[in-house]
């Protein structure tokens, strides 16, 4: 034995033998050449001594010694803070365990220590965790390679499978096969899973009826092994719920289209067929009457696209489109909405900026919905300002989720001269329902829907506001040549 390789590695043999905790020194074949009082009283020996020749993972049940098998030179510590260590009759005492592989000189040593009892001290019993994971709302089941280790009581009341049929399965059989993809994707290398996944998927039970399911996939460890702790949490209450919220939407504004229809006609033939006999101030009502018709019609449209949306019904028909002539496009829809309030817009687009890779009806529906909310909001006479430009390379914006890396965007901002918006509301706005004035006019979807399809092009839209001076609400989309 190298003395002075072993001197170096526990110097201060006087002081470890003080310690409480349980210390033992090994050399590179792995036999223990020092084992301080503490462990000796710990393991019931009668003294350290007893401890010296043997082998350092012969005082570890035989699952545990996998879990440090693994230790290599670049490895500076391996600790396991519930692990167990072997009693003197080879009774296994609950204990958090460290080793650290030295080298001194050419020699390697390996320094253990042991603190019994550290998994009582965790404050929950195995028993305990084992009650609660059975009482849980949630199904809950453990995977390690792929397949089912154990699963609780809801587990099998959501699958239809006792718990023995369940650890004959693999995960991904117990989601509907357009599912199942994502899956195996995400358990069949449990090494790279670094953080809690989350899936909504179908879960397939016995009978082969689906249920919508929301999974939620924890990396663990469990004697040494990497494995997967799976929750499936029973949503499809709340998505027949959105479902028929869906269809009502849809029947509701259906129903109200159509006498919509009708008195819009009415009032056009009025205005037609008695051009010259009315007074002004009845032109003026039933212009009044054909401005509210559209924005009832605006109103409707907005609920039916909203629902859309959230049912996952909307897809995208991407081609080159000219934001220029989109613009052109929406203030000509708009034009007398402007009129009416004596609005000055100033457009301000430079020549040459690129097209976008963009569904034509969805980006005029964000010109639509944004310059609609301007001139709401503008007092007559004031000015409404729309500007456009390439977007830096180095800008913070194409940093955030969502936006595709390394593609090029063009941003387009519109600026009223309104009565501003709070801090505390400017990220609000965009949500479902959300209105700064409760008692002004909308119904608060329309900067959500803004929102959705912005975000569905891979694009990002915010909003700045100085209070009593105005708000500037601004999007980026990806230009052709990413697609080119």
């Known amino acids: 034995?190298?003395?002075?390789?072993?001197?170096?590695?526990?110097?201060?043999?006087?002081?470890?033998?003080?310690?409480?905790?349980?210390?033992?020194?090994?050399?590179?074949?792995?036999?223990?050449?020092?084992?301080n009082p503490a462990l000796a009283r710990m393991l019931s020996y009668e003294s350290p001594q007893a401890l010296v020749g043997r082998l350092w993972s012969d005082l570890l049940p035989r699952s545990e010694v996998s879990r440090f098998s693994t230790l290599k030179p670049q490895d500076e510590v391996r600790r396991l803070p519930d692990s167990a260590i072997l009693s003197r009759d080879n009774q296994p005492i609950p204990a958090s365990i460290a080793v650290v592989r030295r080298e001194s000189g050419k020699s390697v040593w390996y320094v253990g220590s042991v603190l019994a009892g550290a998994r009582a001290a965790s404050g929950i019993s195995d028993s305990t965790a084992r009650q609660?994971?059975?009482?849980?709302?949630?199904?809950?089941?453990?995977?390690?390679?792929?397949?089912?280790?154990?699963?609780?009581?809801?587990?099998?009341?959501?699958?239809?499978?006792?718990?023995?049929?369940?650890?004959?399965?693999?995960?991904?059989?117990?989601?509907?096969?357009?599912?199942?993809?994502?899956v195996v994707q995400t358990v069949s290398d449990p090494h790279s899973v670094l953080t809690p996944v989350h899936h909504e998927v179908r879960l397939l039970r016995r009978t082969g009826q689906e249920v919508d399911c929301e999974l939620r996939i924890v990396p663990t460890e469990s004697s040494g092994h990497n494995v997967l702790l799976c929750f499936f949490r029973d949503i499809s209450q709340l998505r027949r719920a959105e479902r028929a919220q869906t269809d009502f939407i849809a029947m509701v504004s259906h129903e109200l289209r159509t006498p919509l229809a009708s008195l819009k006609e009415a009032i056009a033939l009025t205005f037609e067929t008695s051009a010259g006999t009315l007074q002004e101030r009845q032109r003026r009502y039933l212009a009044i009457a054909r401005e509210e018709m559209d924005r009832l019609n605006r109103m409707i449209d907005n609920l039916i696209e909203a629902s859309r949306m959230e049912a996952g019904k909307v897809s995208l028909r991407l081609e080159p489109q000219s934001l220029d002539r989109l613009l052109s496009k929406s203030l000509d829809s708009l034009s007398l909405l402007v009129a009416k309030r004596s609005l000055r817009v100033e457009k301000q687009l430079p020549t040459g900026l690129p097209r976008v890779m963009a569904d034509h009806d969805r980006v005029l529906q964000v010109f639509n919905n944004l310059l609609d909310n301007a001139i709401k909001y503008s007092p007559t006479g004031s000015r409404i300002e729309i500007t456009a430009h390439p977007v830096d390379a180095d800008a913070p914006v194409l940093s955030e989720t969502g936006v595709l890396p390394g593609a090029s965007y063009v941003q387009v901002n519109i600026t009223d001269s309104g009565p501003g918006i709070p801090a505390e509301f400017l990220e609000r706005v965009f949500g479902k329902f959300e209105r700064v004035d409760p008692h002004g006019p909308g119904i608060g979807l329309g900067l959500a829907i803004v929102r959705w399809i912005v975000e569905m092009h891979h694009g990002k839209v915010w909003a700045r506001s100085v209070l009593g001076e105005g708000t500037t609400f601004s999007f980026i989309l990806p230009t052709k040549e990413n697609n080119e």
């Open 1 to 35: 034995m190298n003395i002075a390789g072993y001197d170096a590695v526990v110097s201060g043999r006087d002081f470890l033998n003080e310690l409480q905790e349980g210390i033992w020194v090994a050399d590179g074949h792995g036999s223990i050449v020092y084992a």
């Open 132 to 182: 609660i994971m059975e009482s849980a709302v949630d199904g809950i089941c453990i995977v390690e390679a792929g397949r089912v280790q154990y699963a609780n009581r809801r587990m099998e009341e959501l699958t239809g499978y006792t718990s023995a049929q369940l650890t004959r399965l693999a995960l991904d059989r117990l989601v509907a096969p357009y599912n199942r993809q994502a």
